[in-house]
């Protein structure tokens, strides 16, 4: 063994114990020293001795990213090590067995500074006792930062409580309560503490507990930057990426005018109307011989900060006038049924040339098509009615867990009048209402923005309409609406055709064959929640398309069955590390054709102006609880009795399983009744034996001559069979419609991925931070996402409203302080720093 010395000198004494890992081990309640020593890996437990060659620490842990390392104090160390020495036997020379003891309140303390402190609410009367009371150089006080449920201190103490007296004595360091629990097991300790500014006494009963008798002693083992770059100064630079232009690039053209400087952009900038989709040119660092192009729309009102030298701020204004920028909508006055503009109910009059133009055009491309076809029939029945699908969801409106931004799809036009567009196509293409979505038709080349109208909340589908009179009309003569042929269902060894579309807008097919019908989706939760499809069966085939390929499953008529539809999930490798991956499988199509008739015939639910219409939508009647099938002849061993088998086997002999409780969506009306492992046999009287079986129930209630919203479950539960009235909740598709976004956090209400977690906090559920901004007060206060805010400045958020009203009181730069529950059921308090100047509060509502 050879002796490795290295000098270091302590940079702090009262450090906070590292923080190692999350889901491992890590030291409380004490403070650590600092050093820039350079210790690594296997030098654990070394002593650190000073100039004198006294021990004063030992190693204990060190940043593999710099030359940070931690020691730990050796107060507590010598006490035990006086434990031991008292215990040794003189004859032996040897230590006895012995008990040292160790005491705890179930809770962690942080020492934290005066200043953070006083912005948690300690009065000013309290910390100049304290600072009278403490040792010259104190600098801050103990603040509970986490206490164990059901512990000593548990409805007692709350994380933000300020420490201030312990048994009459003012208390400010973590070593001197380390002392007084240690010797004070089994006894009642008086704790003086400020919550909010409010001076609160409490007894810790029943008493301060054995640390040893807490601590597990048994287990059990079952097998098992402009020169650098050299382009010239006052260019239009990217500094940060955006518009898919990327980070470094030089902007030459936009809407084909070319741009000198910022100067030029703004001018052209002021020239589009709000929403116009137009050409981008830059060049890029990288690659600076050659130009690149992009098509970007453009949302909102470009700002102009400049720098403010006497204030040390960057002020912001509008860098265009409102009053220049061009309305994207026209508005027309119409008289007798014919436009202003020349219209008439939304079609432009076009005079016999123009006419005999587009139907030259159309008789072009039609015969071009029909040239290029070497396709079956379903092919060109369907290709008419296939839609590329460009999906673009802006940063600011990142909500519900969306994990990309830009997604692709092929979609197929299931509706096509003159007033009115739909297309269906899976929910991992348009995963959340506020994207903007851009529709490519195969039918004509024409490309034209879509609204999304409808995301179900169950099904991986969602629904989005576009406006036919944005299309000129040679191109809406051609477009066709599939036929959705949803009965009878597709049985294992049919033969269906796979169409959809290439990246160049050609149609492509293959013929397959179903091998399963009916298998049932098992996609576990993503350590972000987002949507994931549950309750769902869909269509296996015998051949492997890819995971990217999507479409349509027809017949040889080129009726739809079912769509080949994009599903999410994410692959874990190991508590740290994950992936994202997608799978395709048939989506049936019965469940868009109930959708597609009420939104035609008008629904049940809210009215949604679409192109200028107001429709009423349909409403969703579902039973929120997830559930999973499990075969008979596994549901035997759980107790299910031989009679329940032949009645489930008499009514599905195919698929012969049982349909198993998995969880309730918190905040549901089957909350607390269900339970998980439940197997649901029967409703209201009927067999079930498939996910089907559960929704036709629920649609059978909207259809009673009488207002009922319950079910009648049969259930077994650990061999006891019971009858269960379960209600149920209409949800519509119009996903989540409002967020608010302040301090660089966005919180909205919860959304339905996350409620199928089983958790929502007592205090008020409505406030869920979902994601945070880089550089913003929420990321450098550590807000972060998977967390609601329950309390801002003491005032209780149970809603957005409550939230909104708590925080637009609060004035630029004052610090507020937060109380949060995570997603893992932690409390926690923290201040925060309001910065209205860059980062000022907004509100997003559809």
């Known amino acids: 063994m050879q002796v490795s010395i290295l000098a270091g000198t302590l ?30 890996g296997g030098s654990s437990g070394s002593p650190v001795i000073d100039w004198q ?29 006086s434990f031991l020495q008292k215990s040794i036997d003189s004859r032996t020379d040897k230590p006895k067995a012995v008990h040292i003891p160790r005491g705890t309140l179930q809770m962690t303390f942080l020492h934290k500074g005066f200043d953070e402190i006083r912005r948690l609410g300690l009065r000013s009367e309290t910390e100049q006792v304290v600072r009278h009371a403490s040792p010259t150089g104190e600098t801050g006080m103990l603040v509970v930062d986490s206490v164990v449920p059901s512990g000593p201190a548990d409805k007692h103490l709350e994380p933000g409580d300020v420490l201030v007296r312990v048994n009459g004595t003012v208390l400010t360091q973590l070593l001197n309560l380390e002392n007084l629990l240690d010797d004070g097991v ?25 640390l ?132 008439l109910y ?39 009615a296939l839609i590329m699908f460009e999906v673009h969801v802006p940063p600011s409106c990142s909500l519900d867990g969306v994990h990309s931004q830009h997604f692709f799809g092929t979609g197929i036009i299931i509706y096509h009048s003159s007033s009115m567009g739909l297309a269906g196509v899976d929910k991992n293409t348009v995963a959340i209402s506020a994207s903007d979505v851009m529709l490519s038709f195969a039918a004509f080349p024409v490309e034209i923005p879509g609204e999304v109208v409808f995301l179900h909340p169950v099904h991986n589908y969602a629904l989005i309409a576009y406006n036919p009179s944005a299309m000129d009309p040679a191109s809406a003569s051609v477009i066709r609406a599939a036929e959705l042929l949803p009965e009878p269902a597709l049985q294992r060894g049919d033969s269906v055709y796979l169409v959809g579309l290439s990246r160049n807008l050609q149609a492509t097919s293959r013929k397959s064959i179903v091998t399963n019908p009916c298998a049932a989706l098992n996609i576990g939760s993503a350590d972000s929640p987002r949507y994931r499809a549950t309750n769902m ?18 017949d040889e008529q080129g009726r739809i069955r079912a769509i080949w539809g994009s599903f999410s999930t994410q692959v874990k490798y190991s508590s740290t590390s994950s992936e994202d991956h997608q799978f395709v499988r048939g989506i049936p199509v019965y469940a868009i054709s109930q959708v597609l008739e009420k939104i035609i015939t008008g629904g049940n639910g809210p009215a949604l102006l679409i192109n200028g219409v107001k429709r009423p939508m349909p409403l969703v009647r579902i039973l929120e609880v997830e559930l999973y099938p499990t075969l008979l002849s596994k549901a035997r061993s759980f107790g299910l009795s031989d009679e329940w088998i032949q009645v489930l086997v008499k009514k599905d002999p195919v698929r012969r399983q049982v349909l198993r409780v998995k969880g ?8 607390n009744l269900l339970e998980q492992g439940d197997m649901v046999l029967a409703v209201n009287k009927m067999p079930v034996t498939c996910f089907n079986d559960i929704e036709a129930a629920c649609q059978t209630l909207d259809k009673g001559s009488y207002s009922d919203e319950n079910l009648n479950l049969t259930i077994l539960r650990q061999g006891q069979e019971l009858e269960l009235i379960v209600g149920t909740d209409k949800r519509d598709g119009n996903g989540t419609t409002r967020a608010i976004n302040w301090c660089g956090c966005v919180v909205q209400d919860p959304h339905p991925a996350v409620r199928a977690l089983g958790f929502l906090p007592e205090e008020g559920h409505g406030v869920y931070v979902t994601r945070w901004c880089h550089g913003s007060p929420a990321h450098r206060y550590g807000l972060y996402a998977l967390q609601w805010i329950v309390e801002v400045n003491g005032k209780k958020t149970p809603d957005l409203n409550a939230f909104a009203d708590a925080t637009k009181e609060l004035e630029h730069g004052q610090f507020v302080r937060i109380r949060t529950v995570h997603l893992n059921s932690k409390p926690r308090v923290l201040t925060l720093k309001q910065d209205l100047h860059y980062w000022p509060t907004w509100e997003l509502r559809s």
Request: aromatic share 8%; charged share 25%; net charge negative.
């Open 11 to 40: 940079a702090r004494l009262d450090r906070d114990a590292p923080h190692y890992k999350k889901d491992g081990y890590n030291d409380f309640n004490t403070f650590y020293m600092q050093a820039a020593s350079g210790t690594k």
């Open 53 to 81: 060659g006294r021990a004063v620490a030992l190693n204990a842990g060190s940043k593999s990213s710099s030359a940070s390392a931690f020691f730990l104090p050796l107060q507590r160390v010598v006490r035990a090590l």
């Open 186 to 210: 089994g006894q009642i300790l008086e704790l003086e503490i400020e919550r909010g500014g409010q001076p609160l006494s409490v007894s810790v009963s029943p008493q301060v507990q054995d």
């Open 212 to 343: 040893h008798s807490i601590t597990p002693d048994h287990f059990l083992e079952v097998s098992g930057a402009a020169r650098n770059f050299r382009f010239s100064c006052g260019l239009a630079y990217v500094a940060d990426p955006g518009a898919g232009v990327p980070r470094h690039a030089i902007i030459k053209k936009v809407a084909n005018e070319d741009i000198s400087g910022l100067g030029d952009l703004v001018s052209v900038l002021s020239k589009l109307s709000r929403g116009a989709r137009v050409p981008l040119e830059y060049m890029s660092r990288t690659d600076r011989h050659r130009k690149k192009s992009v098509c970007h729309e453009w949302y909102a009102l470009p700002q102009l900060y400049t720098r403010n030298d006497s204030s040390g701020l960057w002020d912001v204004k509008p860098a265009i006038e409102p009053a220049s920028v061009s309305p994207s909508i026209a508005i027309m006055e119409a008289s007798n049924g014919i436009a202003a503009n020349g219209s």
């Open 346 to 384: 939304g079609s432009e009059f076009k005079s016999d040339d123009a006419m005999a133009t587009d139907n030259t055009v159309l008789r072009d491309f039609e015969g071009a098509t029909a040239l290029s076809a070497n396709a079956s029939l379903a092919e060109r029945a369907i290709e008419r």
């Open 537 to 554: 069966e869909v269509i296996e085939l015998d051949t492997d398309f890819g995971s990217s390929f999507s479409g349509a499953l027809t």
């Open 664 to 671: 309730c969506l918190a905040g549901s009306k089957a909350e």
